[in-house]
């Protein structure tokens, strides 16, 4: 850090990443893979003028810091060449502090044989119950990381996260279906291997093998213009992920970031306005949720981590920022939101826990309100334009609702729509003793590519008028 102020940086940071990783999954009632792998380096950016600078090396020695911090302002220098404004950064709180989360039970910690156990015990119950292929793994993230600036922060974290998936697919003559537990991706935390027993794998494993088996013969979705949808609380995750969270990353909003997954359909000029959906929504981005995946002391540039609204009452009022994207779009403070995947990423606007506020319904309540409508749950596929605007979205499994009561079992189901008009048809919220803070391990972003690991707290919605099925 000194040493890119010394070669005329105004602004500088150095960020020390230590991160340990571990995987394993298995097939069929074997291991099929362990991964065990790390990596420790430093990452310094600085800036100069309009433009940043950033340098990244696995030498840890002091001679090699030294040089990164040189190197970075030399970068900086050449991107400020091209001509704009001098870039600001909105002011923080200069804390000095260590940080980490709650862990019961160290996930490194626990005995591969048991987690072996674990996997190919489930997966041999999925073959037993009807799965042609049966897989399961976890992942475990320990990551420990130190960042100094020029104007003071002094801050060290450990951040512990782990979570596990598994699915069963059963083939057809003509087809195959797959049902996922507890969702598309699993589920993951900032928390310890409690969380991973809490899933309850081999209690799950035979019924969504029976399902998967099952839908081979359940009807096809039905295709409607118009219909009464509740969506699970799984696929809700993925709804605000897409359509939302992505959508009000300021970089995307900015046009900086716009070659990867495109941008965004928002305007600066209406937040504070725009009417994003009914007046039921809340959405809410917030990094000091207790054990959701999303959460962490201190964000890549030293911000405390703090609840952002969103959405309010349906109205458009807040973005995921960090402190240079914040002072160009005027506001007073950054998001807390810059997040790098690793040492040798430049830290970029990411999603913290970005998700739904709970209302005052249940899914029961939704069922019971629903005369004639569909169920859908757990994602299958996804598809949204490069604005964030227009989307399709099919999930695993569905249930036709009639008069009241859930129904049948449907194959196949999807469901369109168009942002806005989609969420203002937000009728019926699941309550608080719904509410689940789904994580997301794998949400890409940026070149060269970075992971971030997000959070999507959301319940059980009914939404109105949704078109469904394949159109005809």
């Known amino acids: 850090m000194e040493a890119a102020l010394a070669a005329g940086a105004r602004y500088a940071d150095a960020r020390v990443m230590d991160r340990r990783h571990e995987a394993m999954n298995a097939r069929n009632g074997e291991v099929e893979g362990l991964t065990q792998d790390g990596?420790?380096?430093?990452?310094?950016?600085?800036?100069?003028?309009?433009?940043?600078?950033?340098?990244?090396?696995?030498?840890?020695?002091?001679?090699?810091?030294?040089?990164?911090?040189?190197?970075?302002?030399?970068?900086?220098?050449?991107?400020?060449s091209v001509p704009g404004k001098d870039l600001e950064l909105t002011p923080v709180e200069v804390r000095k502090d260590s940080w980490q989360n709650a862990v019961q039970e160290d996930p490194l910690g626990v005995p591969l044989s048991e987690k072996?156990?674990?996997?190919?015990?489930?997966?041999?119950?999925?073959?037993?119950?009807?799965?042609?292929?049966?897989?399961?793994?976890?992942?475990?993230?320990?990551?420990?990381?130190?960042?100094?600036?020029?104007?003071?922060?002094?801050?060290?974290?450990?951040?512990?996260?782990?979570?596990?998936?598994?699915?069963?697919?059963?083939?057809?003559?003509?087809?195959?279906?797959?049902?996922?537990?507890?969702?598309?991706?699993?589920?993951?935390?900032?928390?310890?291997w409690e969380l991973v027993r809490e899933l309850d794998l081999p209690g799950n494993a035979a019924r969504i093998a029976e399902e998967a088996r099952e839908l081979l013969t359940a009807p096809e979705c039905p295709s409607r213009e118009a219909t009464d949808l509740i969506i699970g609380s799984e696929q809700m995750a993925l709804q605000i992920h897409e359509s939302v969270g992505h959508a009000v990353e300021l970089d995307r909003i900015l046009g900086w970031e716009a070659a990867f997954a495109g941008t965004s359909w928002l305007d600066l000029a209406q937040i504070g306005d725009l009417r994003f959906g009914s007046e039921l929504m809340n959405i809410t981005a917030d990094a000091t949720l207790p054990g959701a995946l999303g959460s962490f002391g201190y964000d890549d540039e030293g911000t405390p981590a703090h609840p952002v609204d969103i959405v309010k009452g349906g109205v458009w009022?807040?973005?995921?920022?960090?402190?240079?994207?914040?002072?160009?779009?005027?506001?007073?403070?950054?998001?807390?939101?810059?997040r790098g995947d690793g040492y040798n990423r430049l830290p970029?606007?990411?999603?913290?826990?970005?998700?739904?506020?709970?209302?005052?319904?249940?899914?029961?309540?939704?069922?019971?309100?629903?005369?004639?409508?569909?169920?859908?749950?757990?994602?299958?596929?996804?598809?949204?334009?490069?604005?964030?605007?227009?989307?399709?979205?099919?999930?695993?499994?569905?249930?036709?609702?009639?008069?009241?009561?859930?129904?049948?079992?449907?194959?196949?189901?999807?469901?369109?729509?168009?942002?806005?008009?989609?969420?203002?048809?937000?009728?019926?919220?699941?309550?608080?003793?719904?509410?689940?803070?789904?994580?997301?391990?794998?949400?890409?972003?940026?070149?060269?590519?970075?992971?971030?690991?997000?959070?999507?707290?959301?319940?059980?919605?009914?939404?109105?008028?949704?078109?469904v099925g394949v159109r005809g």
Request: net charge neutral; aromatic share 6%; charged share 20%.
């Open 39 to 80: 990596s420790v380096g430093l990452g310094v950016r600085a800036l100069i003028g309009s433009g940043w600078g950033f340098f990244s090396t696995p030498d840890l020695t002091r001679e090699a810091a030294q040089a990164a911090g040189a190197q970075a302002a030399a970068i900086a220098r050449a991107s400020a």
């Open 116 to 192: 072996g156990d674990l996997l190919v015990g489930v997966t041999r119950t999925m073959s037993e119950h009807g799965a042609d292929v049966a897989l399961a793994g976890y992942d475990i993230w320990d990551t420990t990381k130190w960042l100094v600036s020029s104007e003071g922060h002094r801050i060290d974290q450990r951040i512990r996260e782990c979570g596990a998936q598994m699915n069963a697919t059963a083939n057809g003559e003509n087809e195959t279906q797959r049902r996922s537990y507890p969702g598309i991706r699993g589920q993951y935390g900032t928390r310890g």
């Open 317 to 338: 009022v807040g973005v995921l920022s960090g402190r240079d994207s914040a002072a160009l779009a005027g506001l007073s403070e950054s998001g807390g939101a810059v």
């Open 348 to 467: 970029m606007v990411r999603m913290t826990n970005v998700g739904l506020l709970p209302g005052g319904s249940s899914l029961e309540d939704m069922i019971a309100a629903t005369d004639d409508g569909i169920l859908m749950d757990t994602n299958r596929s996804w598809s949204i334009d490069d604005k964030r605007l227009n989307f399709q979205f099919g999930c695993e499994i569905g249930r036709e609702i009639k008069d009241g009561k859930c129904g049948r079992m449907i194959k196949n189901p999807t469901y369109t729509g168009i942002g806005p008009r989609f969420w203002g048809s937000l009728d019926m919220i699941g309550n608080e003793s719904e509410w689940t803070f789904w994580g997301t391990p794998n949400c890409g972003k940026g070149q060269p590519g970075q992971i971030g690991h997000t959070g999507h707290p959301s319940v059980p919605c009914r939404f109105r008028g949704v078109r």
